[in-house]
């Protein structure tokens, strides 16, 4: 009997077509690219969404600003890139005294530094240009619970999404590996912050705020120490606007005296220098102080589709859009109604008859607004107004 020949038969293969394997971890982003896009397209939506919706209502419209433009693009722009985003943005796990660091540090800055170059800047700028860009006017014909939101939302909502967004997106990116130095970087963060704000006269002091902001950033590689300093600015400059008002008191550059601003100053230096002295003899305020590397902070699993991720943002600001229609329809309507029919602002020196008659309207439309005089007569009595005053008003322009 013959032996067989050997087989060449194989095991029993599928015929079919073989599954592609499962999606792997994508290949992050330019940092640098992340950084310039996310700004570009910040800026886009900060003018265009973000300012018409603080038009409608500026209480809610600060923290809808602030959640959905800076916290999204802070957080989604890195997920989309392949980036974790808590460790790419330095969002690490919060450093109790780093924190509290670099809060004592802002409230120092404010006086030793904030409060002098605002007072030279509101100097040296034309009145016009001061009245057009007075950030106080954001407190004007607020309800007690609105003027409680927009202090929540300056202290806590800007501090950790602005942070989140130009510190931990923008600056991290326009930062190049070391051994290159990160000052460059820190400096054109700091000018791109001051000038999302949109404010010509406190420019300068917000330049330095972001330098304080980014200088934190780099010496503890973390946001946390940044976001303590950012509100702890903020908190300081709105309370004493907040209690100057309430004692009607005009919080004007003309009604301070330079002798007051220098006081303030140098009692800020020397909180400045304890601070600093304090931090040679204990490390620890400054934390870790090295962010985390680009390869721990590389996102390890797939990345969901840009609609996936998109449609629980998009979903919140939508809702949170009608409950503002529902609830604030008639101040949203007198809004409207104000910018089609401007007022020009009566000037400092203007007659107390005219002064009463600008209170009075403004009473009228607190009632209008909480639904106890009828819109009519606030559209009637403002109309009167915008015509009867427009000798009387008006900032001087060059």
């Known amino acids: 009997m013959e032996d067989s020949a050997p087989s060449d038969a194989r095991p029993h293969e599928p015929t079919g077509p073989s599954e592609p394997p499962p999606p792997g971890p994508p290949e992050p982003g330019s940092p640098r690219r992340l950084a310039l896009a996310g700004a570009a397209l910040a800026l886009v939506l900060f003018i265009l969404v973000g300012g018409s919706v603080q038009f409608l209502n500026a209480a809610f419209g600060i923290w809808f600003t602030e959640l959905f433009i800076f916290l999204a693009l802070g957080w989604l722009l890195p997920r989309l890139s392949g980036w974790k985003p808590a460790l790419y943005t330095g969002l690490t796990p919060l450093p109790g005294l780093p924190t509290l660091f670099g809060f004592l540090l802002g409230v120092a800055n404010f006086f030793a530094l904030v409060v002098p170059i605002q007072f030279v800047a509101q100097k040296l700028a034309p009145e016009w240009l001061t009245e057009m860009f007075d950030g106080s006017r954001l407190f004007d014909q607020q309800t007690p619970v609105e003027l409680a939101v927009i ?79 950012h509100a702890a600015n903020n908190l300081v400059s709105s309370v004493l606007f907040l209690a100057a008002k309430a004692m009607d008191q005009e919080a004007t550059d003309t009604d301070t005296s330079p002798l007051a601003v220098l006081s303030l100053a140098g009692l800020g230096w020397m909180g400045l220098l304890g601070l600093m002295t304090f931090a040679r003899h204990h490390a620890s305020v400054w934390g870790a102080g090295v962010p985390h590397s680009d390869e721990s902070a590389r996102e390890t699993r797939p990345v969901p589709s840009l609609p996936k991720l998109l449609l629980p943002w998009v979903t919140a600001a939508t809702v949170s859009l009608v409950i503002l229609g529902v609830v604030d329809r008639r101040g949203i309507s007198l809004n409207l109604f104000d910018v089609a029919n401007p007022l020009t602002p009566l000037k400092k020196d203007a007659e107390p008859g005219l002064q009463a008659e600008r209170e009075a309207l403004e009473e009228l439309r607190a009632a209008a607004r909480r639904g106890t005089a009828p819109m009519e007569a606030y559209h009637e009595e403002r109309l009167r107004q915008v015509s009867a005053h427009k000798a009387a008003g008006g900032p001087k322009q060059p």
């Open 151 to 229: 202090l929540a939302g300056v202290t806590v909502a800007a501090p950790f999404c602005e942070e989140l967004f130009f510190r931990g997106v923008f600056q991290r990116g326009m930062t190049p590996r070391p051994p290159a130095s990160p000052v460059k970087a820190l400096v054109i963060s700091a000018v791109v912050f001051s000038a999302f704000h949109l404010d010509p006269v406190g420019f300068v002091a917000r330049v330095e705020l972001g330098l304080l902001f980014g200088w934190l950033y780099l010496r503890t590689g973390s946001l946390w120490p940044g976001i303590g300093a």
